[in-house]
């Protein structure tokens, strides 16, 4: 802890000499970013500098501030891997539902960028998923090893 200011020094004075005894003690040595530039202070001013270090600092998904019509389309070129994931037929059918749902607001809504999306044909989405689901349980099937025999206790193995 630093002393207190001796009375009838000036605030400068005593700022300036608690940093030259820090200086000499080796308190400003092996410091991190030692020898570095300031960052951010040789880049061009951007008036959206602050919007930009708080997505990145805060690891925002960018796809968050796009148009509604062009994450929707994003979404719907995505929809293989989307369905690859679900398990039942149920949540397929529920997950396209609410897709189309979405992709019909925004049809109608006519503010801001429109661009064309689509809705989903459910049915050939759902028999799409349906070959998928059947070849991924089969391929699970076939890469699970057999089980092996439970071993045997030491009297199954003496009267056995």
């Not at 970013?33 to 880049?43: E, M, S, V």
């Not at 929707?72 to 997950?95: D, G």
């Not at 090893?145 to 003496?158: G, I």
């Amino acid at each position: 802890m630093t002393d207190r200011k001796p009375p009838g020094m000036k605030t400068e004075d005593w700022v300036e000499a608690q940093i030259k005894q820090a200086q000499a003690r080796g308190d400003f040595d092996q410091l991190a970013g030692t020898g570095k530039p300031l960052p951010k202070l040789a880049d061009p001013h951007d008036p959206d500098w602050w919007v930009k270090d708080f997505i990145r600092r805060e690891k925002i998904e960018t796809d968050a501030l796009l148009p509604p019509s062009v994450q929707l389309r994003k979404e719907k070129q995505a929809l293989q891997t989307k369905l690859s994931v679900l398990r039942t037929e149920a949540e397929v059918r529920e997950y396209l539902q609410d897709l189309n749902r979405r992709i019909l607001l925004q049809i109608r809504d006519a503010t801001g960028v429109v661009v064309p999306v689509g809705p989903v044909d459910e049915e050939e989405m759902v028999a799409q998923w349906r070959e998928g689901h059947e070849a991924r349980q089969a391929a699970r099937a076939a890469a699970r090893p057999p089980e092996p025999e439970p071993k045997r206790s030491f009297w199954q193995r003496l009267f056995g």
